[in-house]
């Protein structure tokens, strides 16, 4: 399905642009989901393999978000018919496309992080 607004009409126009910034905000904002979905971008994760490379994260928050991510069509949950019931948490193909913001991200926290510190020496 092709956007109705397209990346260079987004560009040029200041509401279009906020508007598409306030659209990805919905679905990854908030102190958890980056991280769900940086853990879930290597590979399938069960829930307590997301929540030990997760830290801090209390199992009924990690819980909320996931099924919020599921909703956006972000994260993919398989329940599989196993004694016990086994489930599995993947990305969507598009949450997959997040790879190069988050690898932007990575470089620029480094980035940042280093001149904070840097300037707090001085």
Not at 50 to 73: A, C, F, H, V
Request: with cysteine.
């Amino acid at each position: 399905m092709k956007p109705k607004v397209s990346f260079k009409e987004a560009k040029s126009c200041p509401l279009q642009f906020v508007l598409a910034v306030n659209d990805t905000l919905n679905v990854i904002s908030g102190k958890w989901k980056m991280p769900i979905i940086g853990s879930l971008l290597f590979d399938k994760r069960r829930f307590t393999e997301i929540q030990r490379n997760i830290p801090k994260i209390t199992p009924r928050m990690l819980s909320k978000e996931l099924k919020e991510l599921e909703l956006n069509g972000v994260v993919k949950r398989t329940v599989y018919d196993t004694l016990p019931v086994s489930v599995e948490y993947e990305l969507t193909p598009s949450a997959k496309s997040l790879n190069h913001v988050l690898d932007t991200m990575v470089e620029w926290g480094i980035r940042h992080r280093e001149a904070v510190v840097g300037r707090q020496k001085r």
